[in-house]
């Protein structure tokens, strides 16, 4: 089983910038895909960005050219750079790992990020 713990969520003004960390516990993490998720007070949780295994990166429309994701494998982490923040981004993050068309998915509890306008 993998243990996903996030860090880096804090309190930002509009037009700051963020850098949000999940690191990953010990065990194969290479194969799979990460990604970053977040979930606003009385919304659904709505993709933000995701890589695979293989380098290949996916953005929600409302991040793109905003936000970047990256991972290393050899520290086994997934990091996200977030710039020019809005305060409609404000919104717990969360980190997932998953290995696509397997029942295989992890989550970690969560990051908050607070933009203030």
């Known amino acids: 089983q993998v243990q996903l713990v996030e860090s880096g969520g804090g309190l930002v003004q509009a037009g700051g910038s963020l850098r949000l960390s999940c690191a990953a516990s010990?065990?194969?993490?290479?194969?799979?895909?990460m990604g970053w998720y977040r979930q606003a007070p009385g919304k659904q949780r709505e993709l933000v960005a995701t890589?695979?295994?293989?380098?290949?990166?996916n953005y929600g429309d409302s991040v793109r050219g905003r936000f970047t994701i990256s991972r290393n494998n050899a520290k086994r982490t997934v990091d996200l750079q977030m710039n020019s923040l809005k305060p409609e981004d404000t919104a717990v993050y969360l980190c997932k790992a998953e290995i696509p068309a397997t029942t295989l998915r992890y989550w970690g509890q969560g990051t908050q990020v607070t933009v203030s306008s």
């Open positions: 010990e065990g194969i993490f290479s194969p799979y895909t």
């Open positions: 890589v695979t295994s293989s380098g290949t990166t």
